[in-house]
């Protein structure tokens, strides 16, 4: 929809008189109708010839298609949010229309400025919703893409995804993998002594922390060496609950060199990050006071939390535009 146009809705509601009524409202409130319809085939047909920003669907249609199944319909072919109307709608009905992903619903009889709000907090749900996808749909070809082997798992440490790169080194298609163990997946060994290598993605999770793996010889499905390094990060919610882990590894030459791989570092940066105690893990950052609390719930501010939790020191100055605004100068003083 182009934000310096009306954004346009379809209408289906198989009596006309409301059908009428709806078009006429929609229209004292800026929007466009190029069309309605009065049947669920009618307004396949109709979506198909307007691709609509938007359609209000009457849930309760006569003939052989109610709402819901014109709805389903529709979405299959159309990326467009749906809103329902409704006098009255059975448990089941509403139910079944709870698979549409449905905008809104709206009660007949309607008010004016409820139709409104509606529709307008739909459409921009709906955009958000396009622009998260689109951005999704970056993210996967980006990781597919990347020659990095990532895996990620849930909670309970089983596999949910692997990018081709993953599925190349450890022998196993994500779809033979999915649910699997991802120590099972990624059976290692420590380089030497040889021994089982230590669950890195349930460290990561327990602790939740960066977790690297270092010099690790990953055995494939079909009894494959190679040695790998990589880290594992566990997947946080907002409210601080561990969701799962992403493990991301690299096969590295016998001389200890990474091969060549997407956002690959060397070895001395690799070295370097670790000898300055980079922080690990997830902190907790307040959005309004940039305070952090540490294990017993105390809050710090950053510079100081960080400070004595690594070999970073911070030197007090003033950036360019903080001068600027603690010390302006007009001119008079040279």
């Known amino acids: 929809m182009n934000t310096m146009e009306p954004a346009s809705i379809l209408i289906v509601e198989d009596e006309p008189v409301v ?17 309605t319809a009065t049947s669920g085939e009618e307004a396949i047909r109709k979506a198909g010839d307007t691709h609509p920003d938007l359609i209000l669907m009457d849930i309760v249609l006569k003939g052989k298609m109610d709402g819901v199944e014109t709805a389903l319909q529709i979405q ?3 990326d467009v949010p749906v809103i329902y109307l409704t006098a009255y709608a059975d448990s089941h009905t509403l139910e079944r229309a709870k698979i549409t992903s449905p905008a809104g619903y709206m009660l007949k009889p309607y008010q004016a400025n409820e139709l409104r709000t509606t529709i307008e907090l739909a ?51 994500q779809d033979d993998a999915a649910g699997m163990s991802v120590t099972a997946l990624m059976a290692c060994e420590e380089a030497a002594p040889v021994q089982e ?26 009894g494959r060496r190679r040695t790998i390094r990589g880290s594992v990060a566990p997947v946080v919610d907002d409210g601080g609950v561990v969701l799962g882990a992403v493990v991301v590894f690299h096969e590295i030459a016998p001389g200890g060199q ?5 956002g690959e570092r060397d070895e001395a940066t690799w070295r370097m990050e670790e000898r300055l105690g980079r922080p690990q893990g997830i902190i907790n950052l307040c959005s309004w006071c940039k305070r952090v609390p540490d294990q017993s719930g105390e809050w710090y501010d950053l510079a ?4 004595e939790r690594s070999a970073i020191q911070f030197n007090g100055g003033l950036c360019p535009e903080c001068m600027d605004q603690c010390f302006p100068c007009d001119g008079r003083h040279k």
């Open 76 to 78: 299959r072919s159309q």
């Open 197 to 222: 290598l230590e669950n890195p993605a349930k460290l990561a999770m327990t602790e939740v922390r960066l977790v690297t793996i270092d010099g690790a010889t990953l055995v494939s499905r079909d």
């Open 19 to 35: 059908a009428k009524d709806i078009q006429m409202s929609l229209q004292r409130l800026g929007y466009r109708v190029p069309a």
């Open 304 to 307: 100081t939390f960080i400070a």
């Open 123 to 173: 459409l921009h749900r709906a955009q958000h919703d396009r622009h998260m996808r689109e951005r999704l749909r970056w993210i996967a070809t980006t990781v597919r893409c990347i020659g990095d082997g990532i895996v990620t798992t849930d909670r309970g440490g089983r596999v949910t995804y692997m990018n081709p790169a993953a599925e190349e080194f450890t022998g196993w298609t």
């Open 258 to 262: 990474g091969l060549e791989r997407s």
